[in-house]
C-alpha cells in the first residue's frame, strides 16, 4: 500500500482509481486487415459457426414437429418429442458451445445483430462487420441445407424450421418481439464482455458464454410463440432461403429490422448509459480545452 501511496505521490499526486483498461475503439475502415490471416481465419470460424448451429438447431425443430405430429406419434403425441423447453435449450446451448470455442477466433458474435451491436460501440471495423453478416448467412443458408439434404421430405412437410408470426398474433407484435428479446441478448453480451466488470468481479468466476447462452435460451421460451423466435438475422436468413415459401419471405423484414433495432437500442443503452461514454468524451474534451 505504501508504495501504491509513494507511486501516486510520484506522478503527482493523482490516484487513478480505474482498475481496468477499455480496449482502443475500432477504426471504422481498417484496410490493414484484409492482409491477415487472423482476420480470414476469424471469418471462417463465423462461418462454421452458424452452419453448426443452424444445423443442429433446425434439426431440432424439425424432429420436434415430426415426435408430436399425431399421423406420426399413435401413442400420445402430446407427450412426444422436446417440447418448446427443448427447443429453447438447443438453441441456448449451441451458442454457449460455440461462443465458447470462437470467442478467441472471431469474438464468437454467430448472429448479424450482435456484430452490428459491437460495431456501433466501435469494438470492430466496418469491413469485419460487414465480412462477418457475409459469412453468417452463408453458413445459416449451408447448416439449413444440410438439414434439408439429409431430411428432404420432414424438411418440407414440417415448415423447414422458418421463422414466420405465429397465428393469433400480428406483425407489430411479431416485430416489438424480435426487438426486445434481441436487446435482452446483445445487452448480456455487452455485460459479460465488459472489461470493468472482468476486473472488479475478478473473485467471481463468471465464463462468458454462459450468460449468453442463458439470455439466448430465455428469449426463446418468450418468443416461440410468436415468432419462432428470430433474434438472429443469419437463422431466419438461412431457413427462408432454403424452405423459400411465400409466407417466410414476407415476414422476413421483421427479422431484420427487429433485432438490428433491438441491437442498436442495446448497444446505446450500455455504451451511453451505463458506461456514459459522452460524459466521459465530454470531460475529455473539456480538460484538453
Not at 459491437?118 to 449451408?142: D, T
Not at 426463446?220 to 428470430?230: R, S
Not at 432454403?242 to 448497444?267: C, R, S
Request: net charge neutral; with cysteine; charged share 15%.
Amino acid at each position: 500500500m505504501a508504495k501504491d501511496i509513494e507511486t501516486a505521490a510520484e506522478r503527482g499526486g493523482e490516484f487513478s482509481a480505474k482498475d481496468y483498461h477499455d480496449p482502443p475503439p475500432a477504426p471504422l475502415i481498417d484496410a490493414e486487415e484484409l492482409i491477415q490471416w487472423s482476420f480470414y481465419r476469424a471469418v471462417i470460424a463465423e462461418f462454421i459457426a452458424t452452419l453448426l448451429f443452424l444445423y443442429i438447431t433446425v434439426l431440432t425443430v424439425i424432429g420436434y414437429k415430426v415426435q408430436t405430429d399425431p399421423a406420426k406419434n399413435l401413442i400420445d403425441p402430446d407427450c412426444g418429442g422436446v417440447g418448446i423447453l427443448g427447443i429453447a435449450w438447443a438453441f441456448g446451448g449451441m451458442i454457449f458451445i460455440l461462443v465458447y470455442c470462437t470467442a478467441g477466433i472471431s469474438g464468437g458474435h454467430i448472429n448479424p445483430a450482435v456484430t452490428l451491436g459491437l460495431f456501433l460501440a466501435r469494438k470492430v471495423s466496418l469491413i469485419r462487420a460487414i465480412l462477418y453478416m457475409v459469412a453468417q448467412c452463408l453458413g445459416a443458408i449451408c447448416g439449413c441445407g444440410f438439414v434439408k439434404a439429409f431430411q428432404k421430405t420432414y424438411y418440407n412437410t414440417y415448415g423447414g424450421g422458418a421463422n414466420e408470426v405465429q397465428p393469433g398474433f400480428n406483425k407489430g407484435t411479431a416485430l416489438g418481439a424480435e426487438i426486445i428479446g434481441t436487446f435482452v441478448l446483445v445487452y448480456t453480451v455487452f455485460s459479460a464482455t465488459d472489461p470493468k466488470r472482468s476486473a472488479r468481479d475478478s473473485h467471481v468466476p463468471v465464463l462468458a458464454p454462459l450468460p449468453i447462452g442463458f439470455a439466448v435460451f430465455m428469449v426463446h421460451l418468450a418468443t416461440i410463440p410468436v415468432t419462432g423466435t428470430g433474434i438472429n438475422p443469419a437463422r431466419s436468413f438461412g431457413a427462408a432461403v432454403i424452405y423459400n415459401e411465400d409466407k417466410a419471405w414476407d415476414d422476413q423484414w421483421i427479422f431484420w429490422v427487429g433485432p438490428f433495432i433491438g441491437a442498436a437500442v442495446a448497444a446505446f443503452y450500455h455504451q451511453f448509459v451505463l458506461r456514459a461514454a459522452a460524459i466521459k468524451a465530454l470531460g475529455s474534451f473539456r480538460s484538453n480545452a
